[in-house]
């Protein structure tokens, strides 16, 4: 283990992956991760690590607990190897609102490694020892990186895991999932971390499933439904070939493939971004420099002092993301906005639940494009940014389990294959995962 530290400062040094780099290795447990190295995304708490969920207003943050998740993995033997870069709170699709340095694409330093999850997506690629990831998604943080780096990340239904001691972002959608160079890796680290919390009373109170026990299983006659609505107009040409191929192979497996419709996608984003805005401008409102993190002199009536500290410590799409949460909450527009995106939540909810009645499974791109250059990302206005979720934030606003899985490359870039499953079947799609996997 201090050999993998050793490799990962040098890993580091090249992609900018971590936050915080562990300086020791510590006693090596036993148990299912005995001898794994596990990263931990910045926004999870480790006790006696700093955790700065990618934001200067934690800088010097060292929980004096560790988040359930992670005393699960120290239990089953596993040695923390760090806290792995990531967009402040979660606030991006490229991992480029970070005040800790940018990390790099594996397959290409000058493009992104997709965000919010992008320094653990980015290890888990390069990676040469044996590792798996503990990462966060809230409207897409796990899939896109996964995505954009070639390996795969599982984003689990919401309540599979505990949050407990997770930095929030929003309440109603965080998920903590895994990343892994393999289905394998990625199926043995969730089903370490699943389970019942007493410490978290949003978890689900359903046993903990072996994920792994979904390995190897045969997809002859499952049903695989392919959205109509993912594969239209803003999904390049290039990657929608990708998919297409592999869902045929899957096909080939013996799968059953027909087109499903989920109607309400084309609002899906913007309820999304309504509700994810309007939390995480409540959650926000902790940060004020008087418990923990970034302070200042004692100067002023309090609304001074607390505007000072987070005018200093906030970036600037921190700062967009509380004024239009804020302004979604206020008297007078809490009706036409966010109220109205919880009843379209509801009815993107429907809309997979009547999918799941007729199939199994369904199958798409996680992302319309392949990881973008830092130049062209430059370019973009906040709203470009936004709709590169397209994909990802309606099965997060259902709260469904979902994988990506590489399926390919386009210019030399990986491309994702997703697969999603209703509330609580994780292990259909890690089996048709698996399938295709292996079956390629």
């Given at each position: 283990?201090?050999?993998?530290?050793?490799?990962?400062?040098?890993?580091?040094?090249?992609?900018?992956?971590?936050?915080?780099?562990?300086?020791?290795?510590?006693?090596?447990?036993?148990?299912?991760?005995?001898?794994?190295?596990?990263?931990?995304?910045?926004?999870?708490?480790?006790?006696?690590?700093?955790?700065?969920?990618?934001?200067?207003?934690?800088?010097?943050?060292?929980?004096?607990?560790?988040?359930?998740?992670?005393?699960?993995?120290?239990?089953?033997?596993?040695?923390?190897?760090?806290?792995?870069?990531?967009?402040?709170?979660?606030?991006?699709?490229?991992?480029?609102?970070?005040?800790?340095?940018?990390?790099?694409?594996?397959?290409?330093?000058?493009?992104?490694?997709?965000?919010?999850?992008?320094?653990?997506?980015?290890?888990?690629?390069?990676?040469?020892?044996?590792?798996?990831?503990?990462?966060?998604?809230?409207?897409?943080?796990?899939?896109?990186?996964?995505?954009?780096?070639?390996?795969?990340?599982?984003?689990?239904?919401?309540?599979?895991?505990?949050?407990?001691?997770?930095?929030?972002?929003?309440?109603?959608?965080?998920?903590?999932?895994?990343?892994?160079?393999?289905?394998?890796?990625?199926?043995?680290?969730?089903?370490?971390?699943?389970?019942?919390?007493?410490?978290?009373?949003?978890?689900?109170?359903?046993?903990?499933?072996?994920?792994?026990?979904?390995?190897?299983?045969?997809?002859?006659?499952?049903?695989?439904?392919?959205?109509?609505?993912?594969?239209?107009?803003?999904?390049?040409?290039?990657?929608?070939?990708?998919?297409?191929?592999?869902?045929?192979?899957?096909?080939?497996?013996?799968?059953?493939?027909?087109?499903?419709?989920?109607?309400?996608?084309?609002?899906?984003?913007?309820?999304?971004?309504?509700i994810a805005m309007a939390e995480a401008s409540t959650n926000l409102a902790k940060f004020c420099g008087l418990r923990y993190g970034l302070h200042m002199p004692l100067e002023g009536n309090f609304d001074e002092y607390f505007s000072r500290?987070?005018?200093?410590?906030?970036?600037?799409?921190?700062?967009?993301?509380?004024?239009?949460?804020?302004?979604?909450?206020?008297?007078?527009?809490?009706?036409?906005?966010?109220?109205?995106?919880?009843?379209?939540?509801?009815?993107?909810?429907?809309?997979?639940?009547?999918?799941?009645?007729?199939?199994?499974?369904?199958?798409?791109?996680?992302?319309?494009?392949?990881?973008?250059?830092?130049?062209?990302?430059?370019?973009?206005?906040?709203?470009?940014?936004?709709?590169?979720?397209?994909?990802?934030?309606?099965?997060?606003?259902?709260?469904?389990?979902?994988?990506?899985?590489?399926?390919?490359?386009?210019?030399?870039?990986?491309?994702?294959?997703?697969?999603?499953?209703?509330?609580?079947?994780?292990?259909?799609?890690?089996?048709?995962?698996?399938?295709?996997?292996?079956?390629?």
């Amino acid at each position: 283990m201090r050999d993998v530290i050793r490799r990962a400062r040098l890993l580091d040094e090249r992609y900018n992956i971590f936050n915080a780099l562990a300086d020791d290795a510590g006693e090596v447990g036993t148990g299912r991760l005995a001898g794994y190295a596990v990263s931990v995304k910045d926004n999870i708490c480790t006790k006696g690590v700093q955790t700065t969920a990618g934001s200067r207003i934690l800088e010097g943050y060292v929980p004096p607990f560790d988040a359930t998740v992670v005393s699960k993995c120290r239990d089953e033997g596993a040695f923390i190897l760090g806290k792995t870069t990531q967009d402040e709170f979660g606030f991006g699709t490229f991992n480029v609102n970070t005040a800790y340095g940018i990390p790099r694409n594996p397959h290409d330093p000058e493009r992104s490694c997709g965000g919010s999850s992008g320094g653990a997506a980015c290890l888990t690629a390069v990676a040469d020892f044996p590792h798996a990831a503990i990462s966060e998604s809230t409207g897409g943080s796990i899939s896109c990186p996964a995505s954009f780096c070639g390996v795969v990340g599982v984003t689990p239904t919401y309540g599979r895991t505990s949050r407990w001691g997770l930095v929030d972002y929003a309440n109603s959608l965080d998920k903590i999932g895994v990343m892994g160079k393999t289905v394998e890796e990625a199926a043995l680290l969730l089903s370490v971390i699943s389970g019942p919390d007493e410490y978290d009373s949003t978890v689900l109170r359903v046993p903990p499933e072996d994920f792994t026990e979904s390995l190897g299983g045969s997809v002859e006659g499952m049903r695989i439904g392919v959205p109509e609505e993912y594969l239209l107009e803003g999904v390049e040409e290039m990657v929608a070939e990708r998919v297409r191929s592999a869902i045929d192979g899957l096909q080939s497996l013996g799968a059953v493939v027909s087109d499903v419709s989920l109607p309400h996608t084309g609002v899906s984003l913007a309820s999304y971004y309504i509700i994810a805005m309007a939390e995480a401008s409540t959650n926000l409102a902790k940060f004020c420099g008087l418990r923990y993190g970034l302070h200042m002199p004692l100067e002023g009536n309090f609304d001074e002092y607390f505007s000072r500290v987070r005018a200093r410590g906030f970036s600037e799409e921190a700062k967009r993301r509380v004024i239009l949460g804020t302004f979604t909450r206020m008297a007078g527009y809490r009706d036409a906005y966010y109220l109205k995106a919880l009843r379209v939540r509801t009815r993107v909810i429907k809309d997979f639940k009547r999918a799941f009645e007729e199939v199994d499974v369904l199958a798409a791109p996680t992302m319309p494009v392949v990881a973008p250059r830092f130049d062209e990302i430059e370019e973009m206005e906040p709203i470009q940014h936004y709709m590169m979720d397209v994909l990802t934030v309606a099965p997060n606003l259902a709260g469904i389990p979902m994988i990506s899985v590489p399926c390919g490359e386009v210019g030399g870039m990986p491309v994702g294959l997703h697969l999603m499953a209703d509330h609580l079947q994780e292990g259909k799609m890690i089996r048709a995962a698996h399938a295709y996997e292996v079956g390629r």
